[in-house]
């Protein structure tokens, strides 16, 4: 198991480029099995959960061709079987977006229960809920989700509550190819949703409405594959954006879309980066020594994203000023509280909200990363911290962050993959 080791106290300075979205790329990728031919996907993130979502494809059969810069070509006209295994969703919850496409494309799907997971018990109910009212006939058995439909899905008027944005995914790639209408009211607007909205169309499929709460699909009978480039990260262009903020410096960020991003960049701009954007980079220079606290409520696009929740609550710990962060997402997404205590972070846990007392600086110490953005708040604390800070089951950050190390050595940090195998 590898593990990161960080000397705290440079400031960071430097250009980066922004890597393909995680959230895009994995609907994307399993868009192709509706396809009736090969569907090449380019800007794929070198991430072990997109590696995951091309072996779940290549365990049902489907023929992979992978390039020099990791496009993926991906012929879903060579499948074998509609099994999503244990083996694979357990160690990715979001392999549950392949069950809107295999009933729709194939009629039947077994996609493995996806189980609790560190952030929450995140259960799939919504998903299994509009496959339904889609026509399908669904039996949970032995942790896994047994769907068959006779024929066509058929197009149904689809509410969500709460919000979701794996189980928009799931409906829009299932009502693309189903029989008539499908409406989806309090739909997820992330642009995650627009972009794989965008592959959908470019395949063939009829969508109006992505980005709003309302979406529109009129199924059609058949897809085709094509080409397709996947959008920038814009929660890993706000965790750099916030790391800057945190050490001091200036960083631009190359390859991005900052019109994604404006949440974030209003509470950047709050604490006091000076920031100024382009249609595709963003630049932030923090001048002062400390950023300033700021309070904050995490909730669906377009507000702040839950998946910087953490980053944040790494900010206010080493801010001027005291601040309270809601999550309103997950249940329990503040496991990165106890860890950043660990290096001296005031922090108090009050049900869903961490009220936070900024520090001068937090000290180093041996931690441990618990999830994905949970991990990338703890860099951000090692990156501020005096001495220096090892964070241990770095797994989790590359599910998630694409050659983090490397790019924080570009903007000058002292950090050091250390691996123990
Ligand atoms: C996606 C993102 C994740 C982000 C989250 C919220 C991917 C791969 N992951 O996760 O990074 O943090 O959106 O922006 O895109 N819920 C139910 N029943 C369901 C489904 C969800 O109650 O069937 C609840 C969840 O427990 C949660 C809320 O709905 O409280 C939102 O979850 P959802 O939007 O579905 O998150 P994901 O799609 O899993």
Known sequence: MDKLVIKGGRQLR????????????????????????PLKVSNLPHLNDVTT????????????ILNEDMDVLVDSSTIKNLNARYELVKTMRASIVVL????????????????????????????????????????LENGYIKAKTQGRLKGANISFDPVSVGATENVLMAASLAEGITTINNAAKEPEVVDLARCLINMGAKIEGAGTDKI??????????GEFSVMPDRVETATYLTAVTMTGGKIKIKNTMPDSLTSVIHKLQESGAEISTGKDWVLLEMKKERPISISLSTGPYPSFPTDMQAQFVALNSIAKGSASISETVFENRFMHVQEIARMGGKITLKGNTAFIEGIETLIGAPVMATDLRA??????????????TSIDRIYHIDRGYERIEEKLKVLGADIERISLT
């Open 100 to 139: 809107g496409p295999l009933l729709s494309k194939f009629h039947q799907a077994e996609v493995a229960l996806p189980g609790g997971c560190a952030i929450g018990s995140r259960p799939v109910n919504l998903h299994i809920q509009a496959m339904r009212e889609m026509g399908a006939d669904i039996v």
């Open 53 to 64: 979502m091309i072996e779940l494809l290549g365990s049902m059969g489907l023929d992979i």
């Open 14 to 37: 430097g250009e980066i480029s922004a890597s393909g979205a995680k959230n895009s790329a994995l609907p994307v990728l399993a868009a192709s099995l509706l396809a009736d031919s």
């Open 375 to 388: 991990s990338a708040s703890l860099v951000l604390a090692g990156l501020v911290a005096e001495g220096s």
């Open 216 to 225: 529109i699909i009129e199924g059609v009978e058949s897809l085709s594959g």
